[in-house]
């Protein structure tokens, strides 16, 4: 079966400081993968997702960036952390097709 | 661009009490539906979905939820609660033509179960 794994599961970084977000996903071959951040009170917002190696799409402007070195593995990133970074991040993957998302456990991120 | 509304922030409902959670969605063609459930601090967990066809769908949990095209609306419904139900609910739109990942979710009903 598939299993997707996030980490860390809750992060404290100061303003200013690097992040580092990773996700991977087990079981499945070529999963679409998918950043979405969830702010309280404001539902979930889709940050990028990726279709394929290396193959990543932006939905919003921000500080953050994602990349996707190998085919189960997606990263979240930033070289300068904002006090506005601060969130839950979920990492998601599917099938594609009409297949639904699936979710990892989360990282809570507070920028301080 | 499709949006999503749920218009209760906040549900509290008896242990064994009916339950309707309301979602309207704005899409301009036939839309890809889904219900999620968040437990505190953990990732969504899939409740149901509505693709096409029968338009009252069976999910996990005792869960179903009827897809009303003249009302634009996908409420989620379960008929008894049980105190495990506790957790914040998201409805969720998919547009026909993109990648399913690219859902646009509402900003969830939080569900409280008293005992």
């Known amino acids: 079966s598939q299993t997707i794994h996030q980490w860390p599961a809750t992060l404290v970084q100061p303003v200013g400081s690097p992040l580092s977000l990773e996700c991977t996903v087990e079981?499945?071959?070529?999963?679409?993968l998918y950043w979405y951040r969830q702010a309280a009170g404001r539902g979930l917002q889709l940050l990028f997702y990726?279709?394929?190696?290396?193959?990543i799409s932006s939905e919003v402007p921000q500080n953050l960036s994602a990349s996707r070195p190998q085919d189960r593995q997606f990263i979240l990133s930033s070289k300068k952390l904002l006090l506005s970074d601060s969130g839950f991040y979920l990492c998601?993957?599917?099938?594609?097709?009409?297949?639904?998302?699936?979710f990892g456990n989360g990282t809570r991120l507070t920028v301080t | 661009a499709q949006s999503v509304t749920q218009p209760d922030i906040h549900i509290t409902v008896s242990e064994g009490a009916s339950l309707e959670l309301r979602c309207n969605y704005s899409?301009?063609?036939?839309?890809?539906l889904f219900w999620y459930v968040q437990s505190p601090g953990q990732g969504l967990q899939l409740l149901l979905k509505?693709?096409?066809?029968?338009?009252l769908v069976q999910g996990i949990k005792g869960f179903e939820a009827e897809f009303k095209r003249s009302q634009s609306s996908f409420n989620l419904r379960k008929p008894s609660v049980h105190w495990s139900d506790a957790a914040e609910y998201f409805c969720?739109?998919?547009?026909?033509?993109?990648?399913?990942?690219?859902?646009?979710f509402g900003q969830g009903t939080i569900l409280t179960v008293h005992p």
């Open positions: 509505y693709f096409s066809g029968d338009t």
């Open positions: 969720a739109v998919g547009a026909h033509g993109t990648s399913y990942g690219k859902l646009t």
């Open positions: 079981g499945t071959s070529n999963p679409n």
């Open positions: 899409y301009g063609a036939t839309p890809y």
């Open positions: 998601a993957w599917s099938d594609g097709g009409n297949s639904p998302l699936h």
């Open positions: 990726s279709v394929g190696i290396g193959q």
